[in-house]
């Protein structure tokens, strides 16, 4: 098995899923991030849930490692994921990012958008009647601060 290249931190917050995501991603991390993702996702399969990703560093995948998110993220929409936010706020190479993750996000059926912050990623979602747990959620950017250090 090759090294793992990239990381996350995945956290449920209501019917929302929050991904912090540091790229950039090989199979191995996208992997690891489907059964983290499939396993704190497994009380929401059969109802509808949205996700916010929130992308950091050199925020791009290699070809292998983007068809396995197009299909997982494919296989999650027919468990329930309907609304995804992605948040280009920090990534190092935006114009690049966005077009990838476009051509991998139109493949799933998912409904995508992007954003430039995360306030407007959560309002977005909030709109469609996705509740935000608050106390997960602050406690998903304490995870993430400490990710970083």
């Given at each position: 098995m090759k090294p793992v290249?990239?990381?996350?931190?995945?956290?449920?917050?209501g019917n929302v899923m929050l991904t912090q995501a540091y790229g950039p991603w090989n199979c191995e991390c996208v992997h690891g991030l489907v059964l983290d993702y499939r396993e704190?996702?497994?009380d929401m399969h059969g109802s509808h849930w949205g996700d916010i990703v929130v992308l950091e560093g050199e925020s791009?995948?290699?070809?292998?490692?983007?068809?396995?998110l197009a299909e997982r993220i494919s296989a999650v929409?027919?468990?329930?994921?309907?609304h995804l936010a992605l948040v280009l706020e920090?990534?190092?190479v935006k114009s690049t990012t966005r077009n990838q993750?476009?051509?991998?996000?139109?493949?799933?059926?998912?409904d995508f958008s992007f954003f430039d912050t995360y306030e407007e990623a959560r309002a977005w979602l909030t709109q469609l009647d996705y509740t935000l747990n608050e106390d997960a959620?602050?406690?998903h950017f304490v995870k993430t601060k400490q990710h970083c250090q």
């Open positions: 290249h990239g990381s996350f931190v995945v956290t449920r917050c704190k996702s497994i791009l995948l290699i070809p292998d490692a983007e068809s396995l929409r027919h468990l329930g994921l309907s920090s990534s190092l993750l476009e051509a991998v996000y139109r493949q799933t059926g998912v959620e602050r406690a």
